[in-house]
């Protein structure tokens, strides 16, 4: 079984589902599955995918897991978790299967307070059982071997990190193994994503908004609009909680000209997850001026499939100018010597409640090849935001 409890997946699928339910509780969305390598998939593979999908129906919260998350997550009601001690993932609505040509397609249809939680451990699964049927298992000392010179980078130029690795780990083992390395020898470790492995090691648990929340409010309000209403409608559920802002799901270009100055004083950095860092770095610091605000008070995060030399090249660029730090996930608990799952699961359409017509979601990425949703839609929203 690979996934045995519900807190085995990344904290912001559980702020972001409380979100929904708080602001928009009728909504709906699927989410669809996207391997960018085009892998070909066996019958034996599916099987196999389909028994741990019946699996995830035994998943449940139990009672300490409830009343850790109560505990350390303050900005989540106990009533939410209440809630989720209810839950129960549906195999029924989950669609799997493979094509002619063997690649592998999955989608999940439901309110989106339920569906944003299948998300993470249907990735987990996809690329454990991938491991298992592809690679050989590695042996615990040989991941504490390439595990440690990175932890020593990280211990010797003060770099704070987190690791956030859960949806593209080699398997749930290989992935307890490093964060139980990083709780023991990691001095600049600053959390996990991963729920379970948080309460496990006594780890601070770390994760704000994904895409998905300023996909939803580009296909429902307006991609001119996405950015600026994503924000402040987060704003209106955490009040200044959990105050990083993803910066580049319709390019960074939008998202730094609808920046206000009030969010950008409220919200206490940015994440960057795709594009060149070292030029949005600069560019993030000159809209921090022109709003008025000292770059040194506030943060980025950078995420987008970082390793650990290239983590301290952008460490060292932002020494004096802006806070910074790194959400490292692969090649923290996938770097096994094997080729990593390229994988992703996106919010592929929305409707508000039941009697309106499903809409598309996309996303425009600052990296070319990462744009999702369909060709039409894509170039309309390009359009609208005036990027061609």
């Not at 972001?16 to 009728?26: E, G, N, Q």
């Not at 609505?93 to 493979?98: A, G, S």
């Not at 690329?127 to 595990?147: G, H, T, V, W, Y």
């Not at 301290?312 to 770097?335: E, P, V």
Request: hydrophobic share 35%.
């Amino acid at each position: 079984m690979v996934i045995k409890t519900i807190l085995d997946t990344d904290l912001y699928k559980f702020t972001t589902s409380y979100a929904y339910i708080k602001l928009f509780p009728y909504a709906l969305g699927t989410f669809t599955f996207k391997d960018r390598d085009e892998t070909e998939y066996t019958e034996g593979f599916l099987e196999a995918l389909k028994n741990e999908i019946h699996n995830l129906s035994l998943v449940a919260l139990r009672k300490e897991e409830l009343e850790y998350m109560y505990t350390h997550c303050r900005f989540l009601p106990h009533v939410y978790w209440e809630w989720l001690s209810s839950f129960r993932f549906d195999p029924e609505k989950i669609e799997v299967y493979l094509d002619e040509e063997h690649h592998l397609h999955i989608e999940v249809t439901d309110y989106l307070y339920k569906v944003t939680l299948y998300e993470v451990p249907l990735l987990a699964i996809v690329s454990e059982i991938k491991n298992q049927f592809l690679n050989r298992i590695p042996d615990k000392e040989s991941i504490i071997a390439k595990l440690a010179g990175k932890v020593e980078l990280s211990n010797e130029h003060q770099m704070p990190f987190s690791e956030f690795g859960t949806r593209r780990r080699f398997s749930f083992d290989v992935h307890d193994i490093v964060v139980a390395y990083l709780k023991e020898h990691a001095r600049y470790c600053t959390g996990t994503s991963n729920c379970y492995l948080a309460m496990k090691y006594d780890m601070r648990p770390m994760g704000t908004h994904p895409h998905e929340w300023f996909m939803f409010h580009g296909a429902q309000f307006g991609y001119k609009h996405a950015n600026y209403m994503a924000l402040e409608n987060w704003v209106n559920v955490y009040d200044g909680d959990l105050g990083t802002a993803l910066s580049d799901t319709y390019t960074s270009d939008s998202f730094l000209s609808n920046f206000s100055r009030k969010q950008a004083k409220l919200f206490d950095g940015v994440r960057c997850d795709s594009g060149d860092e070292f030029e949005f770095i600069d560019r993030l610091i000159a809209r921090y001026k022109e709003l008025g605000i000292d770059p040194r008070t506030k943060t980025i995060i950078f995420s987008n499939a970082l390793d650990f030399e290239k983590a301290l090249h952008l460490f060292d660029y932002c020494k004096g100018k802006i806070n910074c730090s790194f959400g490292i996930g692969t090649n923290l608990t996938n770097d096994t010597g094997y080729h990593p799952s390229n994988i992703v699961m996106k919010l592929s359409r929305c409707k508000m409640n039941h009697n309106q017509e499903w809409r598309e979601c996309v996303k425009l990425s600052d990296d070319m090849g990462k744009h999702m949703g369909s060709n039409a839609e894509v170039e309309a929203c390009l359009y609208e935001l005036r990027l061609k």
